[in-house]
């Protein structure tokens, strides 16, 4: 690869892991759309940054872990399900037309808009018939595996809104969980995709080492945001990029 490209993916993967780490979101939601910018399908661009991911979410959760903020057990009962969906998902990603899978990524960033927002209304009137935990973990890790092999993203976009409305977590909480699930997916996304040949392993490893600086960053800087500037920012987040994902489908379906 170019220098100026690797140069350019690090700066990308930079600005990934400053919101991985401060939305427990992988990096994904932007690595992908950085990625098909330089001209990777979408098979390549969502396995390529599920190995950025993979390096982003371990240097995160390791940070976590060192500041005690690292919860393994809650963690390991999302982590199962995801796993157990995110081939599935990967699968069927691959059945799909390139615009409809970015069209379909773009809706999904908007949901989450309304997810993130839905927590007080739920707390207040389904707190009395809470899901089961077990149901609630089983939902919630699954659909996040599921995701993060359909779209190559970590998942947080998804996992993170569904604690919150499934098991009132907190969000800062969420956040770091979901970093922590990030781990495990991805690093059984990457082996599945690795053996098909999708990852091109110098993009994702450039995108990787700048994730990996701004992870560092941005996981020392969350335990100071409150709830409602973090809420922010998350749905600011997935407003651009949703805007972003939805051009892109619309180029490769008249394209």
Same mark, same amino acid.
């Given at each position: 690869?170019?220098?100026?490209?690797?140069?350019?993916?690090?700066?990308?993967?930079?600005?990934?892991?400053?919101?991985?780490?401060?939305?427990?979101?992988?990096?994904?939601?932007?690595?992908?759309?950085?990625?098909?910018?330089?001209?990777?399908?979408?098979?390549?661009?969502?396995?390529?940054?599920?190995?950025?991911?993979?390096?982003?979410?371990?240097?995160?959760?390791?940070?976590?872990?060192?500041?005690?903020? =690292?919860?393994?057990?809650?963690? #390991?009962?999302? /982590? &199962?399900?995801?796993?157990?969906? +995110? $081939? @599935?998902? !990967?699968?069927?990603?691959?059945?799909?037309?390139?615009?409809?899978?970015?069209?379909?990524?773009?809706?999904?960033?908007?949901?989450?808009?309304?997810?993130?927002?839905?927590?007080?209304?739920?707390?207040?009137?389904?707190?009395?018939?809470?899901?089961?935990?077990?149901?609630?973990?089983?939902?919630?890790?699954?659909?996040?595996?599921?995701?993060?092999?359909?779209?190559?993203?970590?998942?947080?976009?998804?996992?993170?809104?569904?604690?919150? =409305?499934?098991?009132?977590?907190? #969000?800062?909480? /969420? &956040?770091?969980?979901?970093?922590? +699930? $990030? @781990?495990? !997916?991805?690093?059984?996304?990457?082996?599945?995709?690795?053996?098909?040949?999708?990852?091109?392993?110098?993009?994702?490893?450039?995108?990787?080492?700048?994730?990996?600086?701004?992870?560092?960053?941005?996981?020392?800087?969350?335990?100071?945001?409150?709830?409602?500037?973090?809420?922010?920012?998350?749905?600011?987040?997935?407003?651009?990029?949703?805007?972003?994902?939805?051009?892109?489908?619309?180029?490769?379906?008249?394209?």
């Amino acid at each position: 690869m170019p220098p100026i490209e690797i140069a350019l993916l690090a700066l990308g993967g930079l600005a990934a892991g400053l919101l991985a780490g401060l939305l427990g979101i992988g990096g994904g939601v932007l690595m992908v759309p950085v990625l098909l910018l330089f001209g990777f399908n979408v098979d390549q661009a969502a396995a390529t940054s599920l190995l950025a991911i993979l390096v982003t979410a371990t240097t995160g959760s390791i940070q976590n872990w060192r500041m005690g903020y =690292l919860r393994p057990k809650q963690v #390991l009962m999302l /982590a &199962v399900p995801a796993i157990a969906l +995110v $081939i @599935v998902g !990967t699968e069927v990603g691959g059945l799909l037309a390139e615009h409809w899978r970015r069209a379909a990524f773009g809706s999904l960033l908007l949901s989450n808009i309304y997810l993130v927002g839905l927590k007080k209304r739920v707390v207040s009137e389904v707190a009395p018939k809470q899901l089961n935990p077990l149901a609630a973990r089983l939902i919630t890790g699954g659909t996040s595996g599921f995701m993060a092999g359909l779209f190559g993203v970590g998942g947080g976009v998804i996992m993170v809104p569904l604690q919150v =409305l499934l098991l009132h977590s907190g #969000l800062k909480e /969420a &956040v770091r969980n979901s970093l922590g +699930v $990030i @781990v495990l !997916t991805s690093l059984v996304a990457c082996l599945h995709n690795g053996l098909k040949g999708d990852i091109v392993y110098g993009a994702g490893l450039s995108l990787g080492l700048g994730g990996l600086i701004g992870v560092q960053i941005s996981t020392r800087f969350l335990p100071k945001l409150s709830d409602h500037v973090v809420s922010l920012l998350f749905k600011l987040l997935l407003c651009v990029l949703s805007v972003y994902v939805f051009w892109q489908a619309w180029v490769a379906h008249t394209g």
